[in-house]
């Protein structure tokens, strides 16, 4: 069974622009959960998608979105992108909704903001 | 105090030994608790979960959880280098719909 997958792998901004991450579940998995991790804080819980619906939320800025569709693929969007936005951005899938299901993270995306 | 505590480490265990990673956290209900290792430029990959009380084994790796003492960690045995990484703690805290991670504990394993 294919793991979960990330694309891009590697993105360069500039402050004030916009990205867009993908990402795509292993298959029969119908949560997705994104993170932020940076060396300084570690791994952060952005939101997690559950039936193209944003179950939960973590500790963001409107800034940060996302959503899911009919195929659990998800995506995620930073508009007006800040330096301090540079990180490893991860999904992790899942079978079901909510912290007691075992997540398995794709490979993430490393952005840097300049 | 932190939500999920880990020692940050550098622990350094001989191979073949056994590794203990501790991890504390401060939710009395919490319900899930999950084992994930890091390597370095790498994605969290995960280990084992675990969700009630006692010893759970996997191989070379045994999860153990006290829910009175609010613990849980992980035994490494016949540790290789290998497994040389950072461990991080995953707990659901005050809800089940978050994990909250620890900082992770880097492992070295010295050949």
Same mark, same amino acid.
Request: glycine content about 10%.
């Given at each position: 069974?294919?793991?979960? $997958? /990330?694309?891009?792998?590697?993105?360069?901004?500039? %402050?004030?622009?916009?990205?867009?991450? *993908?990402? !795509?579940?292993?298959?029969?998995?119908r949560?997705?959960?994104?993170?932020?991790?940076?060396?300084?804080?570690?791994?952060?819980?952005?939101?997690?998608?559950?039936?193209? $619906? /944003?179950?939960?939320?973590?500790?963001?800025p409107? %800034?940060?979105?996302?959503?899911?569709? *009919?195929? !659990?693929?998800?995506?995620?969007?930073?508009s007006?992108?800040?330096?301090?936005?540079?990180?490893?951005?991860?999904?992790?899938?899942?079978?079901?909704?909510?912290?007691?299901?075992?997540?398995?993270?794709?490979?993430g995306?490393?952005?840097?903001?300049? | 105090?932190?939500?999920?505590?880990?020692?940050?480490?550098?622990?350094?265990?001989?191979?073949?030994?056994?590794?203990?990673?501790?991890?504390?956290?401060?939710?009395?209900?919490?319900?899930?608790?999950?084992?994930?290792?890091?390597?370095?430029?790498?994605?969290?990959?995960?280990?084992m979960?675990?969700?009630?009380?006692?010893?759970?084994?996997?191989?070379?790796?045994?999860?153990?959880?006290?829910?009175?003492?609010?613990?849980?960690?992980?035994?490494?045995?016949?540790?290789?280098?290998?497994?040389?990484?950072?461990?991080?703690?995953?707990?659901?805290?005050?809800?089940?719909?978050?994990?909250?991670?620890?900082?992770?504990?880097?492992?070295?394993?010295?050949?």
């Amino acid at each position: 069974k294919a793991g979960v $997958t /990330q694309t891009p792998r590697y993105l360069i901004k500039t %402050r004030g622009q916009q990205v867009t991450l *993908s990402c !795509s579940p292993i298959s029969g998995h119908r949560s997705v959960s994104w993170y932020q991790q940076t060396p300084g804080q570690g791994l952060q819980f952005l939101f997690e998608y559950f039936s193209e $619906t /944003q179950r939960n939320k973590g500790n963001f800025p409107g %800034r940060f979105s996302g959503r899911q569709f *009919s195929n !659990s693929r998800s995506e995620m969007n930073v508009s007006t992108l800040e330096l301090g936005d540079s990180a490893l951005y991860l999904c992790a899938s899942s079978l079901g909704q909510g912290a007691g299901y075992e997540q398995y993270f794709g490979p993430g995306t490393r952005l840097t903001v300049t | 105090q932190k939500e999920v505590e880990q020692n940050s480490g550098p622990l350094s265990v001989p191979e073949g030994a056994i590794a203990s990673l501790n991890c504390t956290y401060s939710d009395r209900v919490s319900q899930s608790f999950f084992w994930y290792r890091q390597y370095s430029g790498k994605s969290p990959e995960l280990i084992m979960s675990i969700y009630s009380n006692g010893d759970k084994e996997d191989g070379r790796f045994t999860a153990q959880l006290n829910k009175a003492s609010q613990y849980v960690s992980l035994l490494i045995r016949d540790s290789q280098p290998s497994d040389s990484a950072t461990y991080l703690c995953a707990v659901n805290i005050y809800s089940n719909y978050q994990l909250i991670w620890g900082a992770g504990t880097k492992l070295i394993i010295k050949p």
